[in-house]
């Protein structure tokens, strides 16, 4: 097993704690008012964390108690293989290698334990990202949709001629907030997007939406089919090819509360961030670490220092003030929330 392992859940209250969290680098820790855990120490999971993961399970899945006692009752479970990344010939089509991409991630399969295995801080440089999706690839472990953005990065790195950038949702149901995250993707005049869900129309988006609020309305879209409110988008820059760079990845560049805007002035404010990123363009990006920096760094599992974040948030946009919501559940639901 690996060294000191530490576990940890969300406190009370997503919309108290979400920009905490996230100025902290760290992902919001409840999932529509459930929490989950995050193992903060690497891998191999010890026996602390594993049999919290198993008491969690028994807490959040229906007949979950059961259902871990046949799995870890059983003596004959199949061994998981490691998954191959994707390969291409040069003459396989942007499209086809993003499709390649989300078939990989999708053959990971979605984390439905509650119990995230990959700790991904949002403050880290890039190349630190870079070395977890190193071991996202050795481990061929089920992952969530941060994780899953992360990955993508990684394998999308290849490719100059597609722009990738963060693109995250806040929806509302029954009362509680829910946060996904997708990668945004940009190549040849059209927008899409790699990712991971429950809900197989909440991730995967084909190169094929003109403009960014074409891609924001299919997902808000979909989130309608789940009784879902889309209340918040949030958008990133580009994120660098060079999986060295020591930069940080601008996560939440343009911030916009959709149930402030009408579908025009929704439509505007994502125009306007498509001009910014395009801006970004060209600008020289931050130096790679030279070879006696990079020795330093360390492993992202050995060292959990976080590098400082910048104080300045010129660039960050908010449409509107945040507003107290008070939703009313539809009738039907019993108290029940659809998760995606």
Known sequence: CGGMLRTTVGCVGVEERDEEQEDEGEEDLRDGGVPFFVNRGGLPVDEETWEQMWRHVARIHPNGEAIGKRIRGASDLPK??????????????????????????????????????????????????????????????????????????????????????????????????FCHIVLGMHSGGRFGALGISRREDLMFKPLEFRTLADLVQEFEGAYRGYWHTLRMVKIGQYVSHDPHSVEQIDWKHSIIDVDKLTKEELRRELERHTRDMRLKIGKAAPPSPTKDRKSNMGSPLRNPGSPMRRNSRIERRPSGEKKVLDPKPPPDMNGYQIRV
């Open 80 to 177: 998981i293989p490691t998954l191959s990344v994707p390969t291409y010939l040069p003459t396989t089509s942007i499209p086809q290698r993003l499709e390649a991409i989300q078939k990989y991630i999708r053959d990971l399969q979605y984390n439905h334990t509650g119990t995230q295995f990959f700790e991904i801080k949002k403050s880290r440089p890039l190349t630190a990202l870079m070395d977890i999706a190193k071991e996202m690839i050795r481990e061929s472990l089920p992952i969530k949709c941060l994780e899953a953005v992360i990955l993508g990065i990684y394998l999308s790195n290849s490719m100059p001629g597609v722009e990738r950038f963060p693109l995250s949702f806040k929806t509302q149901f029954s009362g509680n907030h």
